[in-house]
């Protein structure tokens, strides 16, 4: 039996939103305070337990100087189960 671990649009978006704030070297509280959120409210999206909207997606990216594709998994990367 071979386990894997799917991971969700969420949890794939934050990890790649955690990156490039990371790559851009901003903390949480400040981009939090730049986009009128609390840093709770970052954490979150990062840790992938909910999404930001498609807006605050394109501010993000825009802040991190990133495509916002970029925080999408490519095709290869989807899984589909049947």
Not at 8 to 16: K, P, Q, V, W
Not at 21 to 34: F, M, W
Not at 36 to 58: K, L
């Amino acid at each position: 039996m071979r386990l894997t671990h799917h991971v969700t649009l969420s949890e794939h978006i934050g990890e790649r939103l955690w990156q490039a704030r990371i790559d851009a070297g901003i903390a949480q509280n400040v981009i939090a305070h730049e986009l009128g959120v609390t840093r709770n409210t970052v954490c979150n999206w990062e840790a992938g337990r909910n999404q930001p909207s498609y807006e605050r997606i394109y501010e993000l990216a825009r802040r991190y100087e990133v495509s916002p594709v970029s925080f999408f998994p490519e095709l290869h990367e989807l899984t589909y189960e049947v």
